[in-house]
């Protein structure tokens, strides 16, 4: 058995790889605020408003964070962009949550809904959790980043808020959560503990901010 099943392995590895680099921690925000201008309410604004909107919350959470990572593994301090080594991750964390609160700060300026800007806000919550966390223990970003993403898409479906195939959206979060604790399980990134952890400390941090705010 374990001749045959030795060569699957790679391959499986780099399924994995391509999950979490997909759905990496640095994307979500992201991909929230492209739900939230095409799929919500918010779809009756004027299309060149809501490109410009996106445009300034990817170059915060996105473009800004990676290009930080980038720098930082070219001077060489950091060993890789998924930021394995727990000790290398306190700068990228502080980084983004920079990034999150300059996003909020954009989004209550242009008068967002409060439930948008609510979501960076538990992202913020989440990235300074984390970074504490990771002080000491090496909690999964990955999940804590899903985590808090699938809570939202759960939150705008009790609201009413996700116009269009709101029982595929919330059905297809809840199966990414699962293929992106199984690829860093794969990848031997994490631990069960480090990704239900992150899986709690993201869902409990969005979907909190969201029901106070």
Not at 163 to 168: M, Q
Request: hydrophobic letters at 55%.
């Amino acid at each position: 058995m374990t001749s045959q099943n030795s060569p699957k392995l790679p391959a499986l590895q780099r399924i994995a790889q391509v999950i979490s680099d997909i759905f990496s921690p640095i994307m979500l925000p992201a991909y929230m605020m492209a739900i939230s201008m095409w799929m919500t309410p918010l779809v009756v604004i004027p299309e060149k408003i809501r490109f410009v909107a996106m445009g300034v919350i990817v170059a915060l959470t996105a473009i800004l964070p990676t290009a930080t990572i980038i720098t930082l593994l070219k001077l060489g301090k950091v060993s890789d962009m998924s930021l394995s080594n727990r000790s290398e991750r306190p700068l990228p964390y502080l980084v983004s949550v920079v990034c999150y609160i300059a996003a909020v700060i954009y989004l209550m300026t242009v008068k967002a809904p409060s439930w948008l800007f609510a979501f960076y806000i538990g992202a913020t919550v989440t990235s300074v959790l984390a970074f504490l966390i990771t002080l000491k223990w090496k909690i999964s970003a990955h999940a804590s980043a899903i985590g808090g993403f699938t809570a939202a898409i759960i939150w705008l479906a009790f609201h009413n808020l996700i116009l269009f195939g709101t029982v595929y959206w919330v059905c297809g979060s809840v199966l990414v959560c699962g293929l992106i604790g199984s690829s860093r399980l794969i990848l031997e990134r994490h631990t069960l503990a480090q990704v239900f952890a992150g899986y709690a400390l993201g869902a409990l941090s969005v979907y909190g901010a969201l029901t106070i705010i």
